[in-house]
C-alpha cells in the first residue's frame, strides 16, 4: 500500500486547486453518462417490451426497469457521501463509475426482463456511489470565490444530460439494437476512469467514529419511502396498504434517524443545520422545486407524443430549449446573485419557474402551437438555472469542507426523493381527473380502457375499444382538462416556494455582511 501524503498547494483559499477546471470537465462528463441514462432508456420501452427485436417486457417489468435503479439510487445515496467523506471522495467516484460502467455493460446484453431490472438496480448502486462525489470534489478543489461558478456549470450538466438523453436513445435505437442505449456508457466511463485517475486529487473529510446505525436508518428509511410514493405513482392511488404502509415505515425509520442523530456525538448528519433558516429554506427550495417541475415535465411527455403524435426522439429534441437554457445561464446565476441579491435572484427565478405551471393551466388546448412549447421550456429551464445553483451553494456551504459528502448527498436526495413525489401526487391528481372526466364524457368504455391517458389510447390501438373519433376526442378534452387541473397544483407548491424565498433568502447587503464575516475553509488536497 503507498503511504498517503499531502500534495502542496499554495494560496488554494484564493486559487483553488491548479488542474480545477480540467477536473471540472471529467466530473460533469461522469455526471451528464448518469442523468443521461436516466432519460434515455424512456425512449426505448416500446422495443423492450417487443418479444423480437426486445426482451419482451410487460407493463409491469418496464415500471420496475425504472424503479429498480430509482430505488436503490436513492436508498444509497445519503450513505455513500458519508463513506466518501471517510474513505476519500476520489475512490468512491472512481468506484462508483467501475460499478455504473459493468453494470451498464450487463444490461446491454440482457435476454430476460428480471436481468435488467437487476442490471438496473446495480446501475443504481454505481450512479449513487458516485454521484455525491462530484459535488464534494468540486468543493474541495475550487475556492470559495469559484466554487458558485462551477456549481452553476455543475447544474447545467444536469440539465443538459437528462435533454439529450432521448435524442441520443432515438438516435442510437434508429440505427442499432436496444443495448446499444447502455453500451454507449461503457466508453464514456473508461475515459472516465482514466481522467479522474490522472488529474483528480484525493480529498477526504471528517474521520470521526463512523456511524453505522444512521447510516443503516436512512437506507432503509429511505428505500421503504421511495418504494411507497413510487407505488403510488404506479397505481395512481395513496390508499394501498403497500403504498402507505410502506410510507409509513420509511418516515418512521427517518424520525429515527433523527432522533438518533441528535443523541450521539459522532452524528453523520447534524440535525442543529436546520436551524439554519438558510440551509432549511435551501432544503424546501431544492425539494419543492423538484416536486413541481419533475411531476409536470414528466406529463408533458404524454402531452406531446400521444396527444401532438410526436416520436420519442422529437420530443426529446422539444425538451433540448430547457437543457440549453439552463447549461447558458446556471454558469452566470453567481454573477447575478452577487449583483442582486439571493432573495431577488431567487423571486424572478421562481416566479420563470411557476410561468410553465401558469401557462401549462390556461394556454395549453390539443391545438397548441409547437413554438408555445419550445419558448416555455426555454423560460423555465432560465428559472431553474438561477434557482438551483444559489439553492445548493446555500446547502452544501452550510455543511463543514469535512463533511461536503454529506451536504451533496443531502442535496441530490432532497433532489431524488422531491421530484418522486411530485410524479406520484401529480400523478394520483391527473390520474383522478383523466378518470373523473372521460366516465362522463365516455361512460360506455371499459374500465380498462380509462385508468389513464396513455390506456385509453392503448385500447384504440389494440382494438380494445373501437377507432370512434368521438371516443378520440372524449380522450383529449379528458387529458387536457387533468393537465390543466395539475399544472394548477405544481404552481400552487410553486408558490410556496416563492414564500420560502421571499421570508428566508438573503438580501444582497444581509448577504454581502455574511459573506464578510464567514471564515472559509481551506480545502484539503491528499494523493495516494
Known sequence: MSETRSEPVVDTDDQGHPRRWAILSVLVLSLIVVVLDNTVLNVAMKTLADP????????????????????????????????????????????????????????????????????????????????????????????????????????GAVGIGGAIGPIVGGALLDHFWWGSVFLINVPIVIFGLIAIAILAPESKGSQAKADFVGMALSMIGLVSLTYGIIEAGDAGSWTGIEVWGTIALGVIVLAAFVLWERRIPHASLDMKLFKNTRFSASSAIITLTFFGMMGLMFFMTFYLQILKGYSPLETGLLFLPFGASMLIFAPLSNTLVQRFGAKTVGIVA?????????????????????????????????????????????????????KAGVGSALANTLRQVGGALGVAVLGTIMAQTYQSQIGQAAPELPSAATESYAATYGALETGLIPQDASIVQAANDSFITALHSTAWVAGAVGFVGLLVIALYFPGKRRQGAESATSPAAEPEYVEV
Open 52 to 155: 423480437n427485436e426486445g426482451v419482451g417486457a410487460s407493463q409491469g417489468d418496464l415500471a420496475w426497469m425504472i424503479n429498480s435503479y430509482t430505488l436503490v439510487f436513492a436508498g444509497l445515496l445519503f450513505a455513500s457521501g458519508i463513506i466518501g467523506d471517510r474513505l476519500g471522495r476520489k475512490r468512491m467516484l472512481l468506484a462508483g463509475l467501475v460499478v455504473f460502467g459493468i453494470a451498464s455493460l450487463l444490461s446491454a446484453y440482457s435476454t430476460t426482463p428480471d436481468q435488467l431490472i437487476w442490471y438496473r438496480a446495480l446501475m443504481g448502486a454505481g450512479a449513487a456511489i458516485m454521484m455525491p462525489s462530484t459535488l464534494s470534489l468540486l468543493r474541495n478543489v475550487f475556492s470559495a470565490k469559484e466554487f458558485p461558478k462551477a456549481l452553476g456549470i455543475w447544474t
Open 350 to 402: 421562481m416566479l420563470l419557474v411557476i410561468s410553465n405551471s401558469v401557462v401549462t393551466a390556461t394556454v395549453f388546448q390539443a391545438d397548441t402551437s409547437v413554438w408555445v412549447v419550445i419558448v416555455l421550456f426555454f423560460i423555465t429551464g432560465a428559472g431553474m438555472a438561477n434557482l438551483m445553483p444559489p439553492a445548493m451553494n446555500t446547502l452544501m456551504s452550510s455543511v463543514p469542507k469535512e
